[in-house]
């Protein structure tokens, strides 16, 4: 290589670095580099991803808030690879050996794989086999071998024998000799980078079960035998697949072909083996050095390559299922968080239990306790007319109207003492409307125990606070969950294997952006859920709370200037996520930010009405035109966002209820029956289905192949966390806790048992307790159902059972409530 450092090293300026990710990052999201630019120059000054959705449209060109999160992620990767790439680019012009063309190579890198490729072979590690057969002089033999293969190896060995370098023998010296060949092609960038990808696609990924492990491993049993290539595994497996090596069941092994096919195994493998001799100039002819050349590119290959891209793609299969199942958990958190909410009515929290009793709360229209007790109706106690008696006085007493119970142990057994409740409230007064509804209490617990919690609810037993929870969530539930770790929610899969950082940014980033989605409270919101809004963090939300302790209720948006710490850089970012409801300042009641309240007047004037009158809606603004009151940075965009929300101020993007009817005598697995219709609520969407909850306290899988009538990528297309669903039931499986379900009524009941898949107790995470794969048990071969598409033999959609919702409809989560509620007149 040719000597380079007495030349300066010329790095790309910042600059130059910056307009390379952009370009990147625009071309990746579809959409121009000045788009992108623009972005991250807000997002580097501090702008939140939510403040610059609703707030800058003319500055990103309307980039909205999900490539905004896309953009944002990206341009954290893109600037790490930079940095690494002035590193590498250092270090090797430090070494001497930074040629233009490997200069060029690392500028070109498109990836951190590619970078940490090239750079290799200049790493400074500890000694190894070939720095020291180098350092005996060593490398003149191997390079005399591969130059005329017509001699013999060990004949040219004797000429290195030297006792004093270590190189007792010509053995030994061709030993030297090929550990250098092996690290040549170990080094070589390119070569392994094809390697990589053809391994990536033709390989197997394989995993047995380990001796004496098959009994405790009964979860793992899918997996016992099994064989797939890398590039085809659906990310549940991958994890599934990890977990079972992690906890000593399963032994995963990645070799080039099916390794139960001794004959393929072993074409793919001279396959990989050629490779590598090529790459090095090596070709069996019959010549004096060519067995000895071709033996060692086979070690190359399996000592060297191979067991570096073992790892190196185990790796890449565990970021890859990492990437879908953080994608994935992230889209069922933002369902849950934009459920319907019942609104400002009192409401009784049940938190069942058996012996230890359920525990009972009432909470007022604004959240605030009114009452506490525990009841025992069940065994071992079973007190239940005295509990209901309790029950009745404390709902007459604080006018209840909804009482919410918890899905967890015995629940459909206070179900059952909610439904006794409920027609004994009615027989004393007829008039009156009380609905009972079953809500996921999952996290309950955890906010019971929390700081938070002791904080809103001093001296209550830690009992006692799961109930309010429960009654809360009723009423709001993103204002409620928001107080609870979102891996806590229980609408994740593998959430304990993965990265903790990366999935806590993301479920952060959803509850960010579902928070300022809907808006807040200023006067009423918790320090939980302030915390959320753009621009304010803990310690303003604290802040925020302490002014509003001290000095009554905000009665104007710009009296958060007044609240410590709490500038103007900090107000523009959370002004216009902050509602405040009558107030002095009509527009503070709307979406509308204070910069653009001049905008705001304006068209209200052009239509004769007055900012008080926007607290109805001034539906006469729908016929201006946006374009006639664009001004100064307040574009097309903003302005017809601005004409939107004067027509329906601070309106919640939260849908409607629903509720689901669970079937009465359906109590648990063993009541099941294939081929019976039941409804249910989607509690979980996974990449390879959906879990419904039919009331057994064991979720059934809705397999993605037995969703529609037409192939389905994306299960969410189809359904989303909280919908109301009817299902058949296609097989049950007590003792493995299994139940399969299909969205087509016309299924037949007794599906293969390869599409079934283990359910989950409760609101659990289903690889809590299981292995979540819903591939062929005994083959490892997939079913001929799994890949979902079945062919469009039958036309039309589900056959006769509710349709779908579209994927642009907002999910419509907490639906075991939604038609009790509408029925009520108590739904929106």
């Given at each position: ?53 609703r707030y800058r449209k003319e500055a990103t060109g309307t980039l909205d808030d999900a490539q905004l999160r896309e953009l944002e992620e990206r341009l954290r990767y893109l600037r790490d690879l930079e940095a690494r790439r002035i590193v590498v680019l250092e270090t090797i012009f430090g070494l001497g050996k930074l040629t233009a063309a490997l200069r060029r190579a690392v500028e070109d890198a498109a990836t951190k794989s590619e970078l940490e490729d090239l750079y290799l072979p200049y790493k400074s590690t500890r000694k190894t086999k070939a720095d020291a057969a180098r350092e005996a002089g060593l490398e003149p033999l191997l390079d005399v071998l591969l130059r005329d293969t017509s001699r013999f190896p060990a004949v040219e060995a004797d000429a290195f024998v030297d006792a004093s370098r270590g190189v007792g023998s010509a053995d030994d010296a061709l030993a030297g000799a090929r550990s250098i060949l092996i690290e040549r092609a170990g080094q070589d960038a390119s070569l392994v980078g094809d390697l990589r990808e053809r391994l990536w696609k033709k390989g197997r990924l394989r995993s047995a079960v380990k001796a004496g492990k098959s009994g405790e491993g009964e979860k793992f049993k899918d997996y016992f035998d099994f064989a797939q290539p890398p590039h085809t595994l659906p990310s549940h497996r991958v994890l599934a697949l990890l977990r079972g090596e992690k906890e000593g069941v399963l032994s995963l ?576």
């Amino acid at each position: 290589m040719t000597d380079t450092s007495a030349a300066p090293l010329s790095l790309p300026t910042a600059a130059a670095q910056e307009a390379r990710i952009s370009a990147a990052i625009a071309a990746e999201l579809g959409v121009r580099p000045a788009q992108v630019r623009a972005a991250i120059t807000l997002m580097d000054d501090g702008a939140s991803v939510p403040f610059i959705a609703r707030y800058r449209k003319e500055a990103t060109g309307t980039l909205d808030d999900a490539q905004l999160r896309e953009l944002e992620e990206r341009l954290r990767y893109l600037r790490d690879l930079e940095a690494r790439r002035i590193v590498v680019l250092e270090t090797i012009f430090g070494l001497g050996k930074l040629t233009a063309a490997l200069r060029r190579a690392v500028e070109d890198a498109a990836t951190k794989s590619e970078l940490e490729d090239l750079y290799l072979p200049y790493k400074s590690t500890r000694k190894t086999k070939a720095d020291a057969a180098r350092e005996a002089g060593l490398e003149p033999l191997l390079d005399v071998l591969l130059r005329d293969t017509s001699r013999f190896p060990a004949v040219e060995a004797d000429a290195f024998v030297d006792a004093s370098r270590g190189v007792g023998s010509a053995d030994d010296a061709l030993a030297g000799a090929r550990s250098i060949l092996i690290e040549r092609a170990g080094q070589d960038a390119s070569l392994v980078g094809d390697l990589r990808e053809r391994l990536w696609k033709k390989g197997r990924l394989r995993s047995a079960v380990k001796a004496g492990k098959s009994g405790e491993g009964e979860k793992f049993k899918d997996y016992f035998d099994f064989a797939q290539p890398p590039h085809t595994l659906p990310s549940h497996r991958v994890l599934a697949l990890l977990r079972g090596e992690k906890e000593g069941v399963l032994s995963l092994d990645l070799s080039e072909a099916d390794p139960r096919d001794a004959e393929a195994q072993a074409q793919a493998r001279a396959g990989y083996e050629n490779a590598v001799a090529r790459s090095l100039g090596i070709s069996d002819s019959g010549r004096a050095a060519d067995s000895w050349l071709m033996t060692s590119a086979k070690l190359a290959w399996r000592t060297r390559i191979l067991t570096r891209l073992s790892v190196d793609l185990r790796v890449r299969l565990f970021q890859s299922a990492e990437e879908e199942s953080v994608r994935v958990f992230a889209a069922n958190l933002r369902d849950v968080l934009l459920a319907a909410p019942a609104g400002n009515r009192a409401t009784l929290g049940l938190d069942p239990g058996l012996r230890t009793g359920t525990k009972v709360a009432v909470v007022d229209g604004t959240g605030k306790v009114a009452a506490t007790d525990t009841i025992y109706p069940h065994a071992p106690a079973k007190r239940w007319n005295e509990a209901l008696a309790t029950l009745v006085t404390l709902a007459q007493a604080h006018k209840v109207e909804l009482v919410a119970i918890g899905n967890g142990t015995a629940s459909r057994e206070t179900d059952k003492l909610a439904a006794e409740l409920v027609a004994e409230l009615k027989r004393l007064a007829p008039e009156r409307q009380v609905t009972k509804l079953v809500v996921s209490e999952a996290g309950a617990s955890v906010y019971s125990a929390s700081a938070l919690a002791s904080a809103e609810l001093p001296g209550m037993d830690v009992s006692l606070r799961g109930a309010v929870s429960i009654a809360r969530r009723l009423q709001d539930p993103l204002a409620e969950l928001v107080k609870i770790d979102p891996k806590s929610i229980g609408v994740g899969q593998y959430q304990h294997d993965l990265t903790p950082a990366k999935l806590e940014r993301s479920l952060g980033a959803v509850v960010e952006d579902c928070v300022n989605a809907v808006g807040v409270d200023l006067n009423t919101a918790s320090p939980a859920l302030l915390a959320r809004v753009a621009g304010v963090g803990p310690l303003l939300s604290e802040n925020i709370v302490a002014h509003r302790n001290e000095h009554g209720p905000f009665g104007k948006r710009r009296e958060l200037l007044k609240v410590a710490r709490l500038g103007p850089k900090a107000y523009e970012q959370c002004a216009g996520f902050l509602r405040i409801t009558g107030g002095s300042e009509p527009l503070d009641a709307s979406s509308v930010h204070p910069e653009a309240y001049g905008v705001a007047r304006k068209i209200l004037a052009a239509v004769g009405a007055m900012p008080s009158e926007i607290t109805a809606g001034v539906s006469a603004v729908a016929a201006v035109n946006p374009a006639d009151f664009v001004e100064g940075d307040f574009g097309v965009p903003t302005v017809a966002d601005i004409v939107a929300e004067l027509q329906k101020p601070g309106r919640d993007p939260r849908p409607r209820f629903e509720t689901a009817t669970f079937t009465d005598g359906i109590e648990k697995i063993t009541d099941l029956r294939p081929g019976m219709i039941l409804e249910g609520t989607v509690s979980n969407v996974a990449a390879f289905g959906a879990f419904v909850d039919i009331g057994v306290h064991q979720d059934g899988l809705v397999h993605v192949s037995a969703m529609s009538n037409f192939f389905v990528s994306d299960p969410r297309t189809v359904v989303k966390s909280g919908q109301v669903v009817r299902v058949k039931v296609l097989e049950v499986e007590p003792d493995r806790k299994r139940i399969s379900l299909t969205l087509r009524l016309d299924d037949t009941a007794g599906a293969p048992s390869g599409t079934s898949v283990t359910a989950f107790k409760g609101s659990a995470s289903p690889a809590d307790t299981a292995t979540s794969d819903v591939g062929s048990r005994t083959s490892g071969r997939p079913s001929p159902r799994q890949g979902g598409h079945q062919g469009g033999a039958r036309g039309g959609s589900h056959s006769g059972n509710r349709p779908a919702r579209p994927a642009t409809t907002p999910p419509a989560a907490n639906t075991a409530m939604a038609e009790a509620l509408r029925r009520a007149g108590l739904g929106k």
